[in-house]
């Protein structure tokens, strides 16, 4: 058998029956983990958005809405007066039982330390800590939520997330356009800064040189040509990326048939300013041959303000990581 052009001759190029079902996106979460953003963002996607709603009142709006019409995204929390985890399970339970309906969960997490900084840098009140302290409220709220964690179909770590990549991640989930195959998105990061939380498969090229080591090259990054020559004449590198190919080549359909809709791939080193930054550029340029749709990042360099077109610094202004955050 004739083996296929691409990746792409492998996936189907348009969804399953899109127009048959109602879609409803259901957000809940940690409080300050970014609600509100991902209610804005899939309402600039297309969705109805409605927030707070009672448990209720979410039958009688599913049949007033006509979600087969106009998709709905609906932010159902703690802060709702009849909100419990049994009922919203219940609930959802009987939305994915209707064949009408194409119903998911995404729960918004994100770490304590960061939740209470936001809450007091915006002097916001927890809405579970009227009568203590924000901590206590952040661990009552985590507990009453857990089996809606568990129970969710996608979860966004929120973190370390600027709001933009919110908003990406939830478009690559959530888009409404016909082009429904599977959207990669590829970033680089620094393992001294932390695993992208929201990374499906994570690949360590710390073993690679590192150009970090040569005068020369160490304040250039991966998009400069001498520290893409400087990785590539690794003699371990031709190897390393033929296997790294022939390992994704199978998965990316598979993912795909799975009902998988965005997947991302994280490349990491020691700085996140070489070698993974090298990686993940010829790693999106090779999914992009297989005719897959492709977004790239590299989450230091952004973070550094280092990202020019010849791979050398911008400036010597370092941006705030926590800038823009989705709380």
């Known amino acids: 058998m004739k083996p296929p052009d691409s990746l792409s001759a492998d996936l189907p190029s348009e969804p399953a029956n899109p127009a048959t079902r109602g879609r409803i ?3 809940t979460g940690m409080s300050g983990a970014g609600m509100s953003v991902a209610l804005k963002a899939l309402e600039d996607l297309g969705y109805e958005a409605v927030d707070n709603l009672r448990l209720s009142l979410v039958p009688a709006l599913i049949r007033q809405a006509d979600p087969k019409r106009r998709p709905l995204a609906l932010v159902i929390d703690s802060r709702t007066r009849d909100f419990s985890a ?3 399970l219940d609930e959802l ?3 994915r039982r209707d064949g009408e309906l194409d ?3 995404v729960f918004l997490e994100c770490g304590d330390e960061v939740l209470q900084r936001r809450f007091t840098e915006t002097r916001r009140r927890h809405p579970l800590a009227e009568d203590r ?4 409220g952040i661990q009552r709220e985590r507990a009453l939520l857990f089996p809606l964690k568990e129970e969710a179909d996608v979860t966004i770590d929120t973190t370390q997330l600027s709001i933009h990549d919110l908003r990406r991640i939830l478009s690559g989930h959530f888009r409404r356009d016909a082009q429904a195959a599977l959207q990669v998105f590829v970033t680089s990061f620094s393992f001294r800064q932390g695993l992208p939380r929201e990374a499906d498969l994570v690949f360590d090229v710390r073993f690679l040189t590192n150009p970090h080591y040569d005068p020369e090259l160490r304040p250039l990054t991966g998009l400069n040509p001498a520290v893409a020559a400087r990785v590539e004449s690794d003699p371990d590198f031709p190897a390393f990326f033929r296997n790294l190919t022939d390992l994704l080549r199978p998965l990316l359909p598979r993912y795909n048939q799975e009902g998988k809709s965005y997947l991302t791939i994280a490349i990491g080193c020691t700085g996140g300013k070489h070698r993974s930054v090298f990686i993940a550029e010829r790693l999106a340029a090779w999914l ?3 005719r897959l749709r492709v977004n790239l990042s590299h989450r230091e360099l952004e973070r550094l303000g280092l990202r020019t077109a010849g791979g050398g610094p911008a ?3 370092q941006a705030n990581p926590q800038a823009n955050h989705p709380g």
């Open 133 to 136: 302290t924000v901590p206590d």
């Open 86 to 88: 049994q009922n919203f």
């Open 315 to 317: 400036n010597n202004q």
């Open 288 to 290: 992009k041959e297989q």
């Open 25 to 27: 996106v259901l957000v």
């Open 103 to 105: 119903v998911s969960l």
């Open 93 to 95: 339970e009987q939305l």
